[in-house]
């Protein structure tokens, strides 16, 4: 997978429809790289509209190709902006102002700047990239500073000192927008069809923006911190949300897990890279967000205008995240590598949100019992699934993508009834269960390569890890012990027991709350 620099906080977004004054702005005619220092007015007025997408769509290679294009003065796309009473916004050229921003100021998305744009929530894998990044940039280029003090230098290399010399004297060339905020959001669909065309979930979210469910999806993908989509809302819904939205984060994409696994302390939520963990993001809180029977589709959600529907999807939705994991009394503690892991260690979205289908379920039917039957079936329907990864990779292979959450819900629900009721799940068992026909085989690639892959040495350390990890001794399911777990006195106070550490032992949350 190509990794993406994070670039989002080199440029402010703002909102087309948010318009507080008439300031005069004058058309110019260029854009010179001092337009984007920090004194400059005229980075004051610089903003990307804020159905935008994210500012990561370029390789650390592509970020060091394009600034030794500037300095080598080659041919370089116009900027496309669009003036309104108050701003500049960027229709076309997002991306290349923000690499010689984050260039002029040594930020890839680990910087100063980024740094307060994220509250401090950097992903470890975007500060890797960073690295990396400025490693290219320093290699092909030089430092931002360190070239513009050249030009001065008698002693410099031709190379250095004709480069310091473009940085000073270059300037990108412009195209404007005439017309209103529609004729320039037009302008920007039909621009973004060419060249790069926008991935379909960065579509979607685009074009139902105001929606609670975006809005939702977008305040979780930064912990409550970055762009902020709902600073139109009230103080107090602003609030509410930014805290549901680093709680939600917390729980659901940490911690950050390298390839290979070294560690079964893994996420509910996979990647925290953007396009993927806003999809997950948007089909979990299509599930969760709601406890009725119809759910709704994102486009199906009139605008937010007070937050209230905001906050209410992400209330409904951490209720069925508490459930799964955290040290809640309802907390069943679930172990990500068990229930939401491959065979090889690699993160299944469909498995996370077929589980999640299913405890939604269960919430909006009040159905307390069924919490405690998957207590009493957890051990067999953990040794279940730990024992036959392989098959439910191969089952999701031959499903369709329609079918996937659907049928992993109902998995899920088979084999937690069968062991609860004492019935031991075979595998063509399961395969039947989802409408499927057909031999077991435990099938795998073959190593041809005599070099270990980090697939292999992923999926011995899952194998060997499992079977060492903790369980509660209530329920013999794993436990989670990092993020999930609850210190249960065995011989229970009533009874006199006491704090001792002989009588106290981990357990799931749950299993705690309704031991006799």
């Not at 997978?1 to 977004?13: E, G, N, Q, S, Y």
């Not at 992903?123 to 990044?133: H, L, M, V």
Request: proline share 5%; hydrophobic share 40%.
């Amino acid at each position: 997978m190509v990794k993406r620099v994070t670039l989002d906080a080199m440029i402010p977004r703002e909102d087309f429809a948010r318009e507080e004054d008439d300031t005069v702005i004058n058309l110019f005619g260029d854009f010179p790289i001092s337009h984007l220092g920090d004194s400059s007015p005229y980075l004051r007025l610089l903003r990307k509209p804020d159905f935008q997408r994210e500012t990561n769509q370029w390789s650390p290679e592509q970020i060091a190709t394009f600034i030794a294009s500037f300095v080598d003065a080659e041919v370089i796309p116009s900027l496309i902006l669009w003036r309104s009473p108050t701003y500049i916004f960027i229709i076309d050229g997002g991306h290349r102002l923000s690499a010689l921003r984050g260039w002029i100021n040594d930020d890839y998305g680990d910087g100063s700047i980024s740094f307060a744009f994220y509250k401090g929530e950097i992903p470890e894998e975007q500060k890797k990239i960073a690295k990396r990044t400025r490693q290219l940039v320093e290699q092909r280029v030089a430092r931002f500073t360190n070239l513009q003090s050249m030009a001065a230098n008698p002693s410099a290399p031709d190379t250095l000192k004709r480069r310091a010399n473009v940085l000073l004297t270059r300037a990108l060339t412009l195209q404007w927008i005439q017309g209103n905020a529609s004729a320039a959001e037009t302008s920007f669909f039909k621009i973004n069809s060419q060249g790069t065309p926008l991935d379909e979930t960065e579509e979607l979210l685009i074009r139902n923006r105001k929606a609670p469910i975006a809005i939702a999806a977008r305040a979780v993908l930064r912990a409550g911190s970055g762009h902020k989509y709902w600073s139109a809302f009230p103080d107090l819904a602003r609030s509410e949300i930014e805290a549901l939205a680093a709680k939600f984060y917390k729980y659901v994409f940490q911690p950050e897990s390298d390839t290979p696994l070294k560690t079964l302390d893994v996420s509910l939520g996979g990647s925290v890279s953007p396009i993927d963990a806003l999809s997950l993001l948007i089909e979990f809180l299509t599930i969760a967000g709601t406890r009725s029977v119809d759910r709704k589709a994102i486009s199906a959600y009139p605008p937010d205008e007070d937050g209230s529907a905001t906050i209410s999807i992400l209330r409904d939705a951490m209720e069925v995240v508490e459930r799964m994991t955290g040290n809640a009394p309802s907390s069943l503690g679930l172990h990500p590598a068990v229930y939401f892991y491959n065979e090889r260690g690699k993160y299944s979205r469909f498995l996370f949100l077929g589980m999640t289908s299913l405890l939604v379920e269960k919430l909006r039917n009040n159905d307390s019992m069924f919490f405690k039957k998957f207590t009493a079936a957890r051990s067999g329907v953990e040794a279940f699934l730990v024992e036959n990864k392989s098959l439910i990779t191969n089952i999701l292979q031959n499903l369709s993508r329609t079918l996937r959450v659907v049928r992993m819900k109902e998995l899920f629900e088979f084999i937690i009834s069968e062991y609860n009721e004492g019935r031991a799940v075979k595998p063509e068992q399961a395969i039947t269960q989802l409408g499927l026909r057909g031999r077991v085989f435990d099938v795998n690639v073959a190593q041809i390569n005599p070099q270990i892959s980090d697939d292999t040495k992923s999926m011995i350390f899952v194998r060997e890890a499992i079977k060492q990890a903790m369980k509660c001794p209530l329920c013999q399911g794993l436990l989670d012990a990092r993020k999930s777990v609850s210190y249960d006195h065995i011989l229970a106070r009533r009874d006199g027991g006491t704090g001792d550490p002989s009588n106290v032992q981990l357990v799931h949350p749950y299993c705690n709350s309704v031991k006799p």
